[in-house]
């Protein structure tokens, strides 16, 4: 009898072993995502190979560049300053994605934009980022997420990536922004 109650006690401790073990794991993906750092909008953020300033973000009903380009729709324009850390090896804003819900969206490359703009090390370039966004998202919480590559092009796995929260409803909406040019910052 003794030795029945032993095997069962046995087991119960194994399997609640195995439970905690379970518990405690990180996912599979824990060793290939990206350090966030969440910042302000006019705070210099510093990860790895890229220090960063959003300087402004608003909504337009209208984007337009410097050289005609233009387009209609609902527009978040994000103004920043930007600048490798470390090295100018892979060092290009190749992350500027927008998190709304369980949905993605990525910087536009239309027009001239600072999507995929080549970085300096220690000084800035400014320019603006456009994200075209459905109209239902306007009164939504969001995250900007903005980085450089790590490993290999266009990867920012094991690199650090900057994250602004957002209220989207919180932020004026004008009828026409033009995008900064991209060029070096005035600070």
Do not use: C, Y
């Amino acid at each position: 009898m003794k030795k029945h109650v032993l095997v069962w006690l046995l087991t119960a401790a194994l399997l609640a072993g195995a439970w905690v073990v379970s518990k405690v794991t990180l996912p599979d993906d824990a060793a290939t995502a990206a350090f966030p750092r969440v910042t302000r909008i006019g705070e210099e953020a510093a990860v790895r190979n890229l220090v960063v300033t959003i300087t402004d973000v608003r909504l337009a009903d209208r984007v337009e560049d410097a050289d005609g380009w233009s387009a209609d729709g609902t527009w978040l324009v994000v103004d920043l300053e930007a600048a490798s850390a470390v090295t100018q090896d892979l060092s290009t804003l190749s992350l500027a994605q927008l998190a709304i819900g369980d949905r993605t969206f990525s910087a536009t490359d239309r027009g001239t934009t600072f999507a995929q703009q080549r970085l300096v090390t220690g000084v800035p370039r400014a320019g603006s980022l456009a994200f075209e966004l459905p109209d239902d998202v306007t009164d939504d919480r969001a995250t900007l997420r903005l980085g450089v590559a790590g490993a290999g092009i266009g990867e920012v796995l094991l690199d650090g990536v900057v994250d602004l929260p957002l209220d989207l409803a919180d932020l004026p909406v004008e009828s026409a922004i033009l995008l900064d040019e991209n060029g070096w910052a005035r600070r």
